[in-house]
């Protein structure tokens, strides 16, 4: 890990003031990194490893909400209501969750690295979503 200070500029005239802070990381990315920057404008009494912490967390979340967003369809467009597209967000993060502890279970049993490549959120999702027109297809719909 190392840090340097950096001046942001717009059209020749300075305008922020911050640290650059480079990573090296234990495993690449998928895109195949083994280095990320991050630039940051946090006062220096936030080191350079806490910076890394943070911005490891945060892509935890961002994670998070591509799963959110593209599995489970948590933005949908016909919700024009807010209270509608509320309410479908807040069905998301409850699938969400469901989602998040069946991996888990997973990894107890089969471990990370195998859940990490071999599982995927959006077909584990889309299992969920054949459930219904198939049970319409099997019961009669007063059932």
């Known amino acids: 890990m190392s840090e340097r200070r950096v001046k942001v500029c717009r059209g020749g005239q300075r305008m922020l ?3 650059q802070v480079r990573v ?11 280095e990320v920057e991050v630039l940051t404008d946090l006062p220096g009494k936030v080191s350079a490893v806490r910076v890394a912490e943070i911005y490891l967390k945060r892509w935890r ?4 909400f591509h799963e959110l967003t593209v599995a489970l369809n948590c933005e949908v467009n016909a919700l024009g209501y807010p209270r509608a597209a509320l309410f479908g967000f807040c069905v998301a993060v409850a699938a969400y969750n469901v989602l998040s502890v069946l991996k888990a279970a997973l990894r107890a049993v ?32 007063a059932e």
């Open 61 to 64: 979340i961002e994670g998070a």
């Open 110 to 141: 089969h471990g990370e690295q195998k859940v990490r490549e071999e599982v995927s959120g959006y077909y584990m999702a889309l299992e969920w979503a054949m459930v219904y027109p198939g049970m319409m297809i099997a019961l009669p719909a």
């Open 24 to 34: 090296r990381l234990k495993e690449p990315t998928e895109d195949g990194d083994s």
């Open 17 to 19: 003031r911050m640290r």
